[in-house]
């Protein structure tokens, strides 16, 4: 759910009949279905859900590295702050520590909050835009 908004915003700086801009348009509509199934009740049926999970996150983190290869990423103040919290989430092992069911433990990492806080604090100034939606 964090690598979409980062993905988005990467593939609009493209332009519309580009096809990295529509594959990775493509990616993203994907990966927010993926979400919106709710896991079924059976193990197999859950572990089919979290491949697919997976997949949708392998592929978006395709899409960013492609769409970033030849060009740093230019993101707004929010999307920066979104990515840094989401790349320590990613790398921590305070945040990616799971209880015996195999559900994040949600323990508290400083860090992680900070970066949370700061990505918040971003969205909170960011300029409007169409529609006078942040």
Request: hydrophobic share 40%; with cysteine.
């Amino acid at each position: 759910m964090l690598a979409i908004p980062v993905v988005e915003a990467l593939a609009d700086r493209f332009p519309e009949d580009d096809a990295p801009r529509a594959c990775a348009h493509s990616a993203v509509a994907q990966a927010r279905t993926q979400l919106n199934l709710k896991p079924w009740v059976t193990l197999p049926r859950r572990v089919q859900h979290a491949q697919r999970l997976a997949r949708s996150v392998n592929a978006l983190c395709d899409h960013y590295e492609n769409l970033t290869s030849d060009d740093p990423a230019v993101l707004d103040e929010q999307q920066a702050a979104l990515l840094r919290w989401w790349n320590h989430c990613l790398a921590c092992e305070t945040c990616s520590t799971t209880d015996d069911a195999g559900r994040n433990a949600n323990l508290h990492c400083e860090a992680a909050q900070q970066l949370y806080q700061a990505y918040r604090r971003a969205g909170r100034s960011a300029a409007p835009v169409a529609g006078g939606r942040p």
